[in-house]
């Protein structure tokens, strides 16, 4: 109901002058009042001013909320209320109405003020018009009736259009779905009763006649024949029929499917003859398919095939497809126009698109244009090259508005070949690619290929050996600072300390009363060995995985000093270089593990092995001591320094024990 509501709204409110400017449409209200309805008749071909309107009529609610129809002399207008049609209005209904035309479209207009004025009347006879009297305008907003034949019908957002071919033309009659339930056959002649209602495009000056339908009992069937019982003609007995001819303007056919297009209906072969069909169907056909045909001749008819519009078919069961019928010159196009051909020629010119392609095809002096949409369209590309000489099987269309009809040796017929699919292809000679302008072009490619990549080799190899070149002064720079700090740290940090050391030493012997000297002495030597891992780290010259090893087994000797223990790190030779990262953890990360054997393990016996494999150092430091939980151990932060560390080289670890069963601890970093 409400698309409904909105579709009648949109086109009782559309400007009647499509192409004017918003300026030129501008509505000013006069002090006129216009009391006669068919006044607006006037108003309504040349729309301007909004106009105050006072009428007295004939209702004719129709179903619509806030639409009300009002007749009065033959004339019907429809008036749009605010809210809603005041309640117990009857079809016949004497009324009066106050309010505003809507200007550009007089015959919607806006009730201000409504009063019923007396019962309900007989609806007065419609007056019998032509098309003639249709396109003319001088029967618009009148109360009419036309007969004619139902050439389409199709429901649209809550409503039935349909298509009647009446007189000379087509007139679209618009029905709410709920005003008409019954079915109209296409093909069946009918009268209906309605509102004539004409829109003019300024522009172009076309005019746009229809006519909107308010009761069910307004359309009466003359004759409902099914179209399908009517006799079966054949080409050869109706030849190339004139438009407006035929039984009820209508023709029915029997024959094959040759082709169909997705979007311009199907051709089929009766008698031997091609006949196009345009249909709104959206029913699948194949090649092959026999169907029974039912629809009307077309205007556009220029002297060639016959082509059958707003069709409705049939099948009825399956047949070989038609044989092509092979053109030697294009010259034989007119006589086999709509028909499955078959014809060879020399591709020229390919355009391709999204969903198919077009090419002109050679053959002889004559140039014709072949069409595919299909979804093989990277195949086509394969097949139908510039140059190649081809066979090509598909329905044959010839243009009627470019030739005469009468075609003489020399002329030239304008034609156009429709492919089904990539088999209807088919290459009797590849093209030569090897033409002179193609040889240039390969030339001049590969010359300016060549080019291109020798200065982009040169390019290249002259960024890299800047970068390097960089690369190397920038870590020339930073070694450098590094020795000059590990140098200062040596002789100015390191000489203090030991000072320091020696002092406190001397106090400890002149006066052994003074308590914590020995202290004093011991953080001074314990920082000195700090002080010195710092310094070998900084030094660029122990930056190697030799030096780091070197440095491990130096602190496992002083820190395993009087116990049992076995290093297994000399098979570790390589003068490869250790990340930053690596080289800053490490020696306390290894030293954290020798203490925690030291102070905790009670071990006799502790085995360190390592191995590179892979880019990764991987060591493991094993003894036979007392054990303990990895999974309820509290004490201190030693696990969890050593797992951070371990992460922050980028490494894994893990650590095996148990109480009474020693402690394996092993852990793997990358190098670099």
């Known amino acids: 109901m409400v698309h409904l509501k909105i579709l009648l709204l949109v086109i009782l409110l559309l400007p009647a002058a499509w192409g004017t400017s918003s300026a030129?449409?501008?509505?000013?209200?006069?002090?006129?009042?216009?009391?006669?309805?068919?006044?607006?008749?006037?108003?309504?071909?040349?729309?301007?001013?909004?106009?105050?309107?006072?009428?007295?009529?004939?209702?004719?609610?129709?179903?619509?909320?806030?639409?009300?129809?009002?007749?009065?002399?033959?004339?019907?207008?429809?008036?749009?209320?605010?809210?809603?049609?005041?309640?117990?209005v009857m079809r016949g209904d004497i009324i009066e109405?106050?309010?505003?035309?809507?200007?550009?479209?007089?015959?919607?207009?806006?009730?201000?003020?409504?009063?019923?004025?007396?019962?309900?009347?007989?609806?007065?006879?419609?007056?019998?018009?032509?098309?003639?009297?249709?396109?003319?305008?001088?029967?618009?907003?009148?109360?009419?009736r036309v007969k004619g034949v139902v050439r389409r019908v199709e429901s649209s957002s809550g409503c039935t259009w349909v298509s009647l071919r009446t007189g000379g033309g087509r007139l679209h009659i618009?029905?709410?779905?709920?005003?008409?339930?019954?079915?109209?056959?296409?093909?069946?002649?009918?009268?209906?009763?309605?509102?004539?209602?004409?829109?003019?495009?300024?522009?172009?000056?076309?005019?746009?006649?229809?006519?909107?339908?308010?009761?069910d009992d307004c359309i009466r069937i003359i004759d409902s024949k099914d179209p399908f019982?009517?006799?079966?003609?054949?080409?050869?007995?109706?030849?190339?029929?004139?438009?407006?001819?035929?039984?009820?303007?209508?023709?029915?056919?029997?024959?094959?499917?040759?082709?169909?297009?997705?979007?311009?209906?199907?051709w089929i072969s009766c008698n031997d003859v091609g006949v196009h069909v345009r249909t709104w169907s959206m029913e699948r056909l194949e090649p092959g398919d026999e169907v029974d045909v039912f629809g009307f001749v077309s205007c556009d008819l220029a002297g060639y095939s016959l082509v059958l519009e707003d069709a409705v078919f049939r099948k009825h069961g399956k047949a070989p497809v038609p044989q092509p019928v092979k053109m030697t010159s294009p010259l034989q196009a007119s006589v086999n126009d709509a028909r499955l051909v078959e014809i060879q020629g020399t591709v020229g010119p390919v355009q391709w698109g999204l969903e198919g392609g077009r090419w002109e095809v050679i053959n002889g002096t004559n140039r014709f244009d072949v069409l595919y949409k299909g979804?093989?369209?990277?195949?086509?590309?394969?097949?139908?090259?510039?140059?190649?000489?081809?066979?090509?099987?598909?329905?044959?269309?010839?243009?009627?508005?470019?030739d005469s009809g009468h075609v003489s040796r020399s002329s030239r017929i304008t034609f156009r070949i429709l492919m089904r699919s990539a088999s209807d292809v088919?290459?009797?000679?590849?093209?030569?690619?090897?033409?002179?302008?193609?040889?240039?072009?390969?030339?001049?490619?590969?010359?300016?290929?060549?080019?291109?990549?020798?200065?982009?080799?040169?390019?290249?190899?002259?960024?890299?050996?800047?970068?390097?070149?960089?690369?190397?002064?920038?870590?020339?720079?930073?070694?450098?600072?590094?020795?000059?700090?590990?140098?200062?740290?040596?002789?100015?940090?390191?000489?203090?300390?030991?000072?320091?050391?020696?002092?406190?030493?001397?106090?400890?012997?002149?006066?052994?009363?003074?308590p914590n000297v020995r202290n004093i002495s011991r953080t001074a030597v314990s920082s000195i060995q700090g002080l010195k891992e710092i310094v070998w780290m900084i030094d660029p010259k122990h930056d190697s995985l030799d030096e780091l090893i070197r440095m491990l087994r130096s602190i496992a000797e002083v820190m395993l000093a009087g116990m049992d223990y076995e290093s297994n790190l000399d098979c570790i030779a390589s003068g490869r270089p250790v990340s930053p990262e690596v080289r800053r953890n490490i020696l306390p990360f290894f030293k954290e593990i020798l203490h925690n054997v030291r102070k905790h393990a009670r071990a006799s016996k502790v085995v360190i092995n390592g191995t590179l494999e892979s880019g990764e150092l991987r060591m493991t430091v094993a003894d036979n001591g007392c054990g303990f939980d990895p999974a309820s151990s509290s004490g201190g932060n030693g696990l969890g320094n050593l797992r951070q560390r371990v992460k922050d080289m980028h490494g894994e670890i893990s650590i095996n024990s148990s109480p009474g069963s020693g402690t394996s601890i092993c852990f793997r970093v990358p190098v670099e």
């Not at 009042?33 to 209702?59: C, H, Q, W, Y």
């Open 97 to 144: 109405a106050e309010g505003l035309t809507y200007g550009n479209m007089a015959h919607t207009i806006s009730a201000s003020r409504f009063s019923r004025i007396g019962e309900g009347g007989k609806l007065p006879d419609p007056m019998d018009v032509g098309f003639d009297d249709i396109i003319s305008g001088l029967v618009d907003m009148q109360w009419a």
């Open 426 to 514: 088919q290459v009797l000679q590849p093209a030569s690619w090897w033409t002179p302008r193609n040889t240039a072009v390969a030339l001049g490619i590969s010359t300016g290929s060549l080019a291109l990549v020798l200065v982009a080799m040169m390019t290249v190899v002259r960024v890299r050996m800047r970068r390097e070149a960089e690369e190397r002064r920038h870590q020339e720079a930073v070694d450098f600072e590094r020795i000059r700090i590990a140098k200062d740290l040596h002789d100015v940090v390191g000489a203090n300390l030991g000072a320091i050391s020696l002092l406190a030493e001397i106090i400890e012997d002149d006066h052994p009363e003074i």
């Open 24 to 88: 030129d449409q501008a509505d000013v209200v006069t002090n006129t009042v216009i009391t006669n309805m068919s006044d607006l008749v006037e108003i309504n071909r040349s729309p301007g001013e909004v106009l105050a309107f006072k009428f007295r009529g004939m209702a004719l609610p129709f179903g619509m909320e806030n639409l009300l129809a009002m007749m009065s002399g033959g004339v019907v207008v429809f008036v749009d209320f605010a809210d809603k049609v005041p309640p117990g």
């Open 375 to 402: 979804i093989d369209v990277e195949k086509m590309r394969d097949v139908m090259v510039s140059g190649s000489s081809v066979r090509l099987t598909g329905i044959c269309v010839v243009d009627p508005t470019a």
């Open 174 to 215: 618009m029905m709410p779905y709920f005003l008409h339930k019954r079915d109209l056959p296409v093909g069946s002649e009918v009268e209906v009763s309605g509102v004539i209602y004409s829109r003019c495009n300024e522009c172009s000056h076309a005019m746009h006649p229809y006519m909107v339908v308010l009761y």
């Open 229 to 266: 019982s009517l006799p079966v003609y054949t080409p050869s007995y109706y030849r190339l029929p004139a438009y407006g001819h035929g039984p009820r303007n209508g023709i029915r056919f029997k024959g094959v499917v040759s082709h169909r297009d997705a979007t311009d209906g199907f």
